[in-house]
């Protein structure tokens, strides 16, 4: 049997739905805003969990090696609690990024987290062991805590690669959009100020109008695939309708998460009433600039929020 086969049957566990829900209301009192998109990893293009829990990982493995060895108890004391400290952060971040994902990656996740906070318990313990001079405890202990590390951490790759949490959705349709100009209809047949759904060869697009205006981007939202056709508009951010992910229309650029990749998108124009993309080539915004925009539409976006309220 595959080991994967038990997990498939953790995606399916309606069971652990009355506990999802549970801790799910706990990590929604995180208010929306530059932290939780901090969490998210949006400053940074992609999610800020993976890159944070190398450092524990790595502390604990290392106190592993150096518990071996004599002489190296204190070493691998100062590494455990390394591995403690900066395990919370990490936590943090994986569990914002887990309360915006869909039901089946958050039964996993659960299981995840559970194998996470087991390790931590052990890790603990260990510490406090080596402090009293129990130092074979100490050892005991903190191989336990890898083992419920390296269950942990299987559960995490299959979130990340087989479940595709945190990967970004749309990346693989920009190598498909056409590099030359491509009709895709009358300006008449897009409705004013309206998300609708087209397609360009086998990529899916959503175009909104404004007047004789056109934006269009790719009709798979980066953070977990859902249709940005069936979002809404806030300002000039086109929101995704599972998650609220933001994406402004001009460039497809993130202005609230959970998504952290931008949002590919097409160049379109309008000529003798006809709508015509072509593959984006690129030209960014210099930093301050790009800031700047960002924080007066998330600041819209956030008003319209709350006044639907």
């Known amino acids: 049997m595959r080991l994967a086969e038990p997990i498939h049957r953790i995606e399916r566990a309606t069971g652990l739905d009355r506990a999802v829900t549970a801790v799910q209301h706990r990590v929604d009192r995180i208010p929306e805003g530059r932290f939780r998109d901090m969490l998210h990893g949006v400053p940074l293009g992609h999610p800020l969990h993976p890159p944070l829990v190398q450092v524990p990982i790595g502390a604990w493995t290392s106190a592993a090696l150096l518990d071996l060895f004599p002489r190296t108890h204190r070493a691998a004391t100062a590494l455990i609690n390394v591995g403690i400290v900066t395990a919370l952060p990490a936590a943090l ?5 887990w309360s915006r994902q869909n039901r089946s990656h958050q039964r996993v996740g659960l299981v995840h987290a559970a194998a996470n906070g087991t390790a931590l318990g052990l890790y603990l313990a260990s510490s406090l062991a080596r402090i009293r001079g129990r130092r074979g405890w100490g ?9 419920s590390v390296g269950v942990s951490s299987f559960l995490g790759g299959h979130i990340a690669y087989h479940m595709a949490g945190g990967a970004n959705q749309a990346a693989y349709a920009v190598g498909r959009l056409p590099g030359q100009w491509r009709d895709i209809g009358a300006l008449a047949e897009f409705p004013q100020g309206r998300p609708t759904a087209t397609a360009v060869g086998d990529v899916p ?11 269009a981007l790719v ?3 980066a953070h977990m695939g859902a249709p940005l056709s069936q979002g809404e508009l806030r300002g000039a951010c086109l929101v995704c309708p599972w998650h609220g992910s933001a994406f402004r229309l001009s460039d497809g650029e993130v202005v609230g998460g959970p998504a952290s990749a931008s949002q590919p998108t097409l160049q379109a124009r309008v000529r003798d009433g006809r709508v015509s993309v072509r593959r984006s080539r690129g030209g960014a915004m210099v930093p301050r600039q790009r800031q700047r925009e960002r924080d007066i539409e998330r600041s819209a976006v956030s008003g319209t929020a709350q006044a639907g309220k």
Do not use: H, K, P
């Not at 050892?139 to 083992?147: I, Q």
């Open 205 to 215: 697009v959503v175009v909104v109008r404004s007047g004789t205006e056109v934006s």
């Open 139 to 147: 050892r005991a202990l903190a191989f336990a805590g890898l083992t």
């Open 93 to 97: 971040a994986g569990t914002t990024d």
């Open 219 to 221: 009709n798979i939202c």
